[in-house]
């Protein structure tokens, strides 16, 4: 069973950084896209930024220059460097890992989530 275990959430003043981080039980070679997701009460989870196996990594416009999507293969990790932080970027950050098979539906696996707060 593919387990992605979040880390790093916390309080964080406006402007300041935090980094989290999302351990991989199996190689992330094995999943075509990384990503993480942000999702606050009341809305739907949406995409913050994305890794795909091959190919440019991709930001959603309200973080783009701000944070970075990384990937560390010899540890199997998926980080997400915030900086510059915003009140608004307060929400559960989600760690998700995306399999596509050859035939059939895309594989969705989740990590259980970590709080990220922005306030002074």
């Known amino acids: 069973q593919v387990q992605l275990v979040e880390s790093g959430g916390g309080l964080v003043q406006p402007g300041g950084s935090l980094r989290l981080s999302c351990a991989v039980s199996?190689?992330?070679?094995?999943?075509?896209?990384l990503a993480w997701y942000r999702q606050v009460p009341g809305n739907q989870r949406e995409l913050v930024a994305s890794?795909?196996?091959?190919?440019?990594?991709r930001y959603s416009d309200s973080v783009q220059g701000r944070f970075l999507i990384s990937r560390d293969n010899t540890k199997n990790t998926v980080d997400l460097q915030m900086n510059s932080l915003k009140p608004e970027d307060t929400g559960v950050y989600y760690c998700n890992g995306e399999r596509v098979p050859s035939s059939g539906s895309k594989l969705n696996y989740w990590g259980q989530g970590t709080q990220v707060t922005v306030s002074s």
């Open positions: 199996e190689s992330i070679f094995s999943f075509d896209v």
């Open positions: 890794s795909p196996r091959w190919g440019s990594r």
